[in-house]
């Protein structure tokens, strides 16, 4: 399934730093190293995790920790993750930069905060509910719209960091979906792996595109230079298959980015339905 950014300190122990980490680190160790979780990092996570709401007892404070939260994301949403600072978001607010301190003990507390409230919540089931196949096809065009309306959440470095309800809450409803295929287990966790991945890293030329539209250009502007830079192809002795494909004649009619997304997302479901029925009915 879907692995947390990755900690600065190892599962297993001093045996990862000579070895490749797929080879060494299993599920099971990520478990186990909850036990013994950074102290800072646990309690970023239960900053994360804990109730926000304002104390009920003194003086009415001038802002939640929501607003503090919103006024961060307004300006992810227009500047970018590496503008979210903590005198950025006292500026917004109006207030100095040692009081936004007093909702968060530290810029990371406050961008794991604006991480999981940008992602969301997961689509519901439709009414009446689908197939599986169905409902995680609407999950990952969700998925896929969240990634793309929230294109700074692409900017995150693979480090660290604590994840919060909300990231748990979209493997909730994936696994719930995929559960229903009669797998189990390890099975369900792989499959999670498989279309999360899939999700994330098939939306990275829309979340391109996102990202060219923030800074104010056109579709057409970015369209104009991602195709200059793939036409270098033609031509180029390195690359005579990725030629091939940019010189081949239409199949069909052309469609949108969404709709390539859709026809690569029925062929990873087509697998998992392939796999489900390869196994014993005692599975």
């Known amino acids: 399934m879907p692995r947390p950014r990755k900690s600065g300190a190892s599962p297993a122990g001093n045996r990862a730093r000579s070895a490749a980490p797929d080879q060494e680190v299993t599920h099971r160790d990520v478990m186990q190293a909850s036990l013994a979780i950074d102290p800072e990092l646990r309690r970023r996570s239960e900053l994360l995790w804990e109730d926000r709401s304002p104390a009920t007892r003194g003086p009415r404070a001038a802002f939640t920790p929501e607003d503090v939260v919103k006024a961060a994301m307004e300006v992810a949403d227009t500047e ?116 999360d991945g899939f999700t994330r890293g098939a939306s990275d030329t829309s979340i391109s595109l996102a990202r060219w539209q923030a800074r104010g250009k056109t579709a057409q502007e970015w369209a104009a230079a991602v195709g200059a830079d793939l036409g270098r192809a033609i031509g180029d002795p390195r690359f005579p298959s990725f030629a091939a494909i940019l010189t081949a004649p239409p199949d069909g009619e052309e469609g949108s980015l969404a709709d390539s997304f859709d026809f690569c997302l029925q062929r990873v479901l087509d697998g998992i339905a392939h796999f489900v029925a390869s196994l014993p009915a005692t599975r």
Do not use: C
């Not at 992602?119 to 096809?137: F, I, K, Q």
């Not at 969240?146 to 309800?165: D, K, Q, S, T």
């Open 80 to 195: 970018g993750l590496a503008a979210v600072t903590m005198n950025a978001v006292s500026t917004r607010l109006g207030l100095t930069t040692m009081a936004v301190y007093r909702y968060f003990p530290s810029k990371e507390t406050l961008i794991d905060a604006i991480i999981d409230a940008g992602m969301g919540l997961p689509p519901a089931p439709g009414e009446p509910e689908g197939s599986w196949r169905e409902e995680v096809t609407r999950w990952a065009h969700a998925k896929r719209a969240m990634l793309i309306g929230r294109p700074w959440l692409a900017e995150l470095p693979f480090v660290a960091a604590p994840h919060g309800p909300n990231w748990l809450l979209w493997l909730e409803a994936l696994a719930r979906q995929l559960a229903r295929t009669g797998l189990r287990g390890r099975y369900v966790g792989e499959m999670i792996s498989i279309v």
